[in-house]
């Protein structure tokens, strides 16, 4: 939700995976992986928007399940949104 | 309990192999995400933050021994060894695989249950009054209307694509522990001067980001005519309902807009209309359901135990959960035992697969093999034995569940919020965890009284806020957490919206907020028998305001 509020800097793709559902990040190579930071990250805008292209391939592919772009720090690699960090940590509790 | 007829098995088991091939389609790229969605949904399959997530039906909140066992096993194989029940006396699974669901769906059927229907815009799972058959204050067991309706909305043809979800609640007492007045058609099963048996209609009622109160269109519905007259209901509902905002979709919003005398009227004339001879609920079919739900046998035992007297006498513990959890049973020498999933700082609404088998265990022991989950998110043993009351205490105890605290202030019903729920804007449970901590002295707890916390995520309101005595709402602002005060909400017979108070509140300071809110009403209250729900309607929010801005 606050990621659409934030200016999207720096952006990774994030999706689930169908089998097991959970939260994946898409790696350079074109491989989703768990860590998030290990997700490809490029600037906003036109990267951005071919990054998730490349995402929605692989949803068509049915690899994963309804890709979307997040805003991630590029320093920490940490998602920027409370409701992303959770996704890439698992619950708080 | 209601047991499956034929019929009920092929349905369910017609139904788990056509999901069964749906799954395996999905997995091998036969379907897309688009057209999968509305068939997972319909099977209670959602996809969250972190997994999918399985929502399984127990109808009206009544479990046997082996259903909960089965429900710890799944747990145990499939998920994190827990479960969490929810406010709509459901279970759900957190952690599931896609691939796995099948199976635990065929593992279900197994114990006659499934997950039908607990998603998706239809009649959802029916619920009523989790101390059904069992409480002194009961006029009706409003389990067999339960079970009529259940079957009544399974798979019905004419309700499957209904404008927005659609929620029935039944209670035979008027107390009204089903909270039916939130729901879209809430039912009071009570007898009139003649002793016939008929329902109090309310309709429209419902909580989400348009709270409404449901407005009563019959107070004596003959029992014959329950189901023609929840369809006729229905069919307005089907026909007039939006669907071209789902926010205002529900039928309360319908009810809202027309206003009671222009539904009533087109209620009553769709159930003019009805072919008379099928719809009339016949007497031999009541019958043989409500035989399902004959009163287990009860030995004639004296009001009083003085077994339970002498161990109270010597064991302060259980005294404490005798005086708080134990409830007036119909029968004499029976209690009404309801079980905490609130322990202090836990996770409220989660047992693990280990409780679950203990629970089991002690209901076939000593409940007569039954067991009810709450609205509450609790779990309650109906017929206890007040003689056995020490002996299944301890055995509470041993599996962490002797918490005694029902309906105190650290019995907080709490929605999975953003540490699970993708529609979550903030999270519920630590929220609750805190609160529960601040509060864990059990003397302070006693003192404070009955106090009803209720916390939701967001505005969808499955932590049910809006009748909270305290009512908690999160809210995402700017990216941060923050939480919104209401009070004086109840979900009873007296049943009221509650009021925001004002300005929302960090999620670190929002536990200093409640202890303001509670040591104010200890300060202002007439004595210790006036509850905070009832000091609230006596001063207003002007007390609780002043006391929480008064720095601002
Ligand atoms: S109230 Fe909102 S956050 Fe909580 S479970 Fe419901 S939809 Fe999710």
Redesign the pocket.
């Known amino acids: 939700m606050a990621a659409r509020k934030i200016k999207f800097d720096w952006v990774a793709a994030t999706a689930n995976d169908l089998k097991g559902g959970e939260a994946v990040f898409r790696r350079a190579d074109g491989s989703w992986t768990r860590a998030v930071a290990e997700a490809e990250l490029v600037p906003g805008g036109e990267a951005g928007a071919a990054l998730l292209a490349r995402a929605q391939a692989d949803h068509a592919a049915n690899r994963v399940v309804e890709p979307v772009l997040i805003a991630v720090d590029p320093t920490t690699r940490r998602p920027l949104s409370l409701r992303e960090r959770i996704r890439a940590d698992g619950p708080t509790v | 309990m209601y047991r499956y007829d034929q019929f009920d098995r092929s349905f369910v088991a017609a139904r788990v192999a056509e999901f069964r091939d749906q799954v395996q389609r999905r997995l091998s790229g036969e379907l897309t995400e688009d057209q999968f969605k509305p068939l997972r949904l319909m099977n209670g399959v959602y996809l969250q933050l972190h997994a999918y997530m399985l929502r399984i039906a127990i109808p009206y909140g009544v479990l046997s021994g082996r259903q909960l066992r089965k429900l710890a096993h799944i747990g145990r194989v499939y998920d994190r060894s827990s479960g969490h029940f929810t406010t709509r006396q459901n279970l759900q699974f957190n952690w599931v695989r896609l691939a796995d669901i099948p199976d635990i769906l065929s593992e279900l059927a197994e114990v006659e249950m499934h997950a039908i229907q607990t998603s998706g815009n239809c009649i959802r799972n029916v619920t009523a009054d989790h101390f059904a058959g069992a409480a002194a204050d009961e006029t009706v067991d409003p389990r067999p209307y339960a079970e009529l309706l259940r079957q009544w909305s399974s798979l019905h043809p004419e309700f499957t694509f209904l404008p927005r979800k659609f929620k029935l609640a039944v209670t035979g007492a008027a107390v009204d522990r089903a909270a039916i007045q939130v729901h879209d058609i809430g039912l009071e099963v009570k007898r009139n001067e003649r002793g016939e048996i008929g329902f109090a209609v309310y309709v429209g009622g419902g909580q989400g980001r348009t709270p409404m109160i449901a407005k009563k269109l019959r107070d004596f519905l003959p029992e014959r005519d329950l189901l023609a007259y929840c369809e006729a209901i229905l069919r307005v509902y089907n026909l007039e309902g939006r669907r071209d905002n789902k926010y205002k979709a529900r039928i309360k919003i319908l009810v809202h807009e027309k206003g009671l005398e222009e539904i009533a009227a087109s209620v009553e004339a769709e159930f003019a209309a009805r072919p008379v001879a099928t719809a009339n609920l016949g007497e031999a079919e009541i019958a043989r359901i409500a035989a399902y739900f004959a009163p287990p046998k009860f030995a004639s035992l004296p009001a009083r135990s003085s077994v339970l007297d002498a161990a109270q006498a010597k064991d302060s513990a259980l005294q404490r959960f005798v005086a708080r959890n134990v409830s007036a049973h119909k029968a004499p020498g029976y209690g009404v035992v309801t079980v905490s999933l609130k322990p202090i700082g836990g996770i409220p609404g989660d047992a693990t697969s280990d409780q679950m088998d203990a629970l089991a265990d002690i209901a076939e022991r000593w409940s007569f093999d039954e067991l009810r989950v709450s609205h509450a998110q609790n779990i309650v043993l109906p017929h206890v034995r007040l003689d056995d009351l020490p002996q299944v205490h301890a055995a509470l105890a041993a599996a962490g569940l002797a918490t005694p605290n029902d309906g105190l202030v650290t019995d907080i019903i709490a929605?999975?919020?953003?540490d699970y729920?993708a529609?979550?804007?903030a999270r519920?449970i630590p929220v609750a965890q805190e609160i529960s901590q601040r509060f864990a002295d059990l003397d302070r707890q006693n003192a404070i009284g009955e106090l009803k916390l209720k916390i939701?995520?967001?505005?969808?309101?499955?932590?049910h806020h809006h009748v909270g005595h305290i009512g908690i709402l999160?809210v995402d602002r700017q990216g941060e957490e923050f939480y919104q005060i209401t009070l004086g909400g109840a979900e009873g017979a007296d049943c009221a919206i509650g009021e925001l108070v004002g300005p929302g509140f960090a999620a670190d300071k929002i536990t200093d907020a409640v202890e303001t809110l509670v040591e104010t009403y200890l300060k202002l209250r007439r004595d210790p028998g006036e509850r905070f729900l009832d000091a609230y309607r006596r001063v207003g929010l002007g007390p609780f305001q002043e006391a929480l801005y008064a720095d601002a």
């Open positions: 929605c999975p919020g953003l729920c529609l979550a804007n519920s939701s995520g967001c505005i969808n309101a499955c932590g999160g």
